[in-house]
């Protein structure tokens, strides 16, 4: 039978887009502030409203135009933070997009990064929970802004980011037009992710392993289709980022118990888990455990061993990753 999980518990996160972590009533009040009409991305109990999950990606950039500078980006690293830290996460990395900070002009970058960066800093001592980057193209923006994104990340030097990746539609364009951006990365000293295998099948994975040479894979639940494919991850070690609720959410898989997570793990992949979007999805940490808990009969035993693996896969360094171990 499934266990309460403390909400207490110590998590790590690796897998949350930074503006998909905004709360609805932070972005409705930056709206307000900047005259902004976007009441129609909301649902009357206040939520975030969209169809599918294409449209979801433009509700998404609609929530992004009320961000416009790097205070407001300071404001919003704190309020996805003080979310995070009341569910028991220590450590988390976010995806964050030049194109969202400062339209990929890299000055402008610079000083966004700065603000999130001091943000991240001070919620460090307030709140004990540590927050590093990773640069994200947005594949729907398509090849040429991905060599621009790449271009901010491999020329900006912080110890905030750590990774890039690539993140969006994943029925648009194919992981070979990346290479470029993720080769540049790779030799700015980046890590690397990339969103595969939520939209697309096993192929899609494949690619972004083979074209991108990728350590953990966004998503990538739908290699359970490949069984080769899924022992190959295994025996490489390659780490999932999965999130669940997301996944049932945007309606990948009709429900919790369908979700191939289960067994994924029994196959012996590294599979680790996360929010994504959690207001998107209605969801936090805490609540996809205890769920995860009611549908395969996991343990807090179970969940601190994904912890560990989480931490073992975190783009940070040894000092970090030895805190939050
Ligand atoms: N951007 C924000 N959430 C995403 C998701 N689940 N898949 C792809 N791109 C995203
Ligand atoms: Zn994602």
Not at 43 to 52: C, E, I, L
Not at 137 to 158: M, N, V, W, Y
Not at 317 to 324: F, G, N, S
């Amino acid at each position: 039978m499934s266990e309460k999980i403390d909400p207490a518990l110590p998590k790590v996160e690796l897998h949350l887009h930074f503006e998909g972590a905004a709360p609805p009533a932070f972005i409705r009040g930056l709206a307000k502030e900047k005259h902004i009409d976007i009441a129609k991305i909301f649902t009357p109990d206040g939520g975030y409203a969209y169809r599918d999950f294409w449209h979801f990606l433009e509700v998404y950039e609609a929530a992004c135009t009320t961000l416009q500078s790097p205070e407001d980006f300071r404001r919003l690293t704190l309020a996805v933070l003080e979310d995070r830290a009341k569910d028991g996460v220590v450590y988390a990395e976010t995806f964050l997009s030049p194109d969202f900070c400062g339209v990929g002009d890299v000055t402008a970058w610079r000083e966004y990064l700065l603000a999130i960066e001091e943000a991240a800093l001070e919620a460090q001592k307030t709140m004990g929970i540590t927050l590093k980057g990773i640069v994200t193209a947005i594949r729907h923006f398509g090849p040429d802004q991905s060599r621009a994104t790449a271009l901010c990340a491999a020329e900006t030097k912080s110890d905030f980011l750590t990774g890039f990746g690539l993140a969006g539609d994943e029925k648009q364009f194919h992981p070979k037009d990346f290479t470029w951006a993720f080769d540049c990365a790779r030799e700015a000293g980046l890590r690397l992710t990339a969103h595969a295998g939520e939209w697309g099948g096993p192929e899609s994975v494949r690619d972004a392993l083979d074209h991108l040479k990728v350590e953990r894979i966004g998503h990538g639940v739908r290699a359970i289709e490949d069984l080769a494919l899924v022992d190959q991850l295994a025996e490489q070690g390659t780490v999932l980022e999965v999130c669940p609720g997301s996944n049932v959410f945007l309606g990948v898989y009709p429900s919790f118990d369908k979700h191939p997570i289960d067994r994924l793990r029994e196959r012996e992949v590294k599979v680790t888990i996360s929010t994504d979007d959690p207001p998107f999805f209605r969801t936090t940490l805490t609540q996809e455990y205890e769920t995860l808990a009611r549908a395969f009969g996991w343990t807090e035993d179970d969940f601190r061993a994904i912890n560990r693996d989480a931490a073992n896969a975190a783009f940070c360094d040894e000092a970090t990753r030895a805190r939050i171990l």
